[in-house]
């Protein structure tokens, strides 16, 4: 059975609440719920955080024992170098995730600290570019 983990940053606990135009409405409690039914020959962890440190911090304690990491750094993909750093210094392969089409989006969201040392790339699917995800591993 592959070992997989969700690893989601700041805000996207408030998915389902938070701009659902953006976002939509399910939770994200909800929809890992329905991921696990769907995959069932897959172990999905789950952890998420708003604070920087402790994204890198799980990372690094994953980043070794994984069979794929599934990221979605929220605001920090554009800002933080650490976490960057932190999936370049991890032997666990990395799929950068986001809900919306960040390149639709502010021009500051254009530009990733993870995109070049992760193992792909999948936005703007809505909640679906997660199961892509998956699927990729």
Known sequence: MKKLIIINGPNLNLLGKREPNIYGSLSFTEFLEEVKIKY????????????????????????????GIVLNAAAYTHTSVGIGDAVKAIETPVVEVHISNTFNREEFRHQS?????????ILGFGLQSYELAIQSF
């Open 113 to 121: 600290f993870i995109s070049p040392n992760a193992k792909g790339v």
């Open 40 to 67: 069932p020959k897959v172990s999905i962890d789950y952890f998420q955080s708003n604070i920087e440190g402790e994204l890198i911090d799980k990372l690094q304690e994953v980043g070794f024992t994984y069979d």
